[in-house]
T-cell receptor, first 113, second 116 residues
Framework: NAGVTQTPKFRVLKTGQSMTLLCAQDMNHEYMYWYRQDPGMGLRLIHYSVGEGTTAKGEVPDGYNVSRLKKQNFLLGLESAAPSQTSVYFC????????????FGQGTRLTVV | AQSVAQPEDQVNVAEGNPLTVKCTYSVSGNPYLFWYVQYPNRGLQFLLKYITGDNLVKGSYGFEAEFNKSQTSFHLKKPSALVSDSALYFCAVRDWQLSNDYKLSFGAGTTVTVRA
């Protein structure tokens, strides 16, 4: 039972490069989320999706784009990476009811130089 | 708006002593409250949640939390801490009356160190 799987686990990018982070869940969850974790700031929501084909902005969406073409996958894109996007990125998913807890992936550590 | 405050960056306790990690929240409606734990280089793991009902909630690994509506708090507790409880703990809140807002707001986290 894989749960939530993130790819890749580590990446180093040069400023201006682009990349896509992939999140896959096998729990048939409706909701999926992308967070970034920075020291002393907890987790901040970048974008989220409440179902296949839908996406919405979170707290810190600038510089990121997302797509949810399939229910089990949620992609996070960086079109032109900046050093300020150096962070640990977490994907999470949950059932459709807001009372349900979210399940998190292992994280992607991204460094932009 | 919804927010969470974890007033202590670090908590240090001796093994076998009680452990408390503090959390206060702010919502305009009614809260769903969650505690997560993060071990080094791992994702967040769910510990427990308060939805409704009994104010004392029991969760994984012997942890419990008490919901206090008048003090808007949801402190995490463990009667006897273990060295293996050393980790980063996050409190989170969702305002369930905001039916179109699925955001889960996290506190900044509290690092717990349990010394042998």
């Amino acid at each position: 039972n894989a749960g939530v799987t993130q790819t890749p686990k580590f990446r180093v990018l040069k400023t201006g490069q682009s990349m896509t982070l992939l999140c896959a869940q096998d729990m048939n969850h409706e909701y999926m989320y992308w967070y970034r974790q920075d020291p002393g700031m907890g987790l901040r929501l970048i974008h989220y999706s409440v179902g296949e084909g839908t996406t919405a902005k979170g707290e810190v969406p600038d510089g990121y784009n997302v797509s949810r073409l399939k229910k089990q996958n949620f992609l996070l894109g960086l079109e032109s990476a900046a050093p300020s996007q150096t962070s640990v990125y977490f994907c999470a998913s949950s059932y459709s009811r807001t009372r349900n807890e979210a399940f998190f992936g292992q994280g992607t550590r991204l460094t932009v130089v | 708006a919804q927010s969470v405050a974890q007033p202590e960056d670090q908590v240090n306790v001796a093994e076998g002593n009680p452990l408390t990690v503090k959390c206060t929240y702010s919502v305009s409606g009614n809260p769903y409250l969650f505690w997560y734990v993060q071990y080094p280089n791992r994702g967040l793991q769910f510990l427990l949640k308060y939805i409704t009902g009994d104010n004392l909630v029991k969760g994984s690994y012997g942890f419990e939390a008490e919901f206090n509506k008048s003090q808007t708090s949801f402190h995490l507790k463990k009667p006897s801490a273990l060295v293996s409880d050393s980790a980063l703990y996050f409190c989170a809140v969702r305002d369930w009356q905001l039916s179109n807002d699925y955001k889960l707001s996290f506190g900044a986290g509290t690092t717990v160190t349990v010394r042998a």
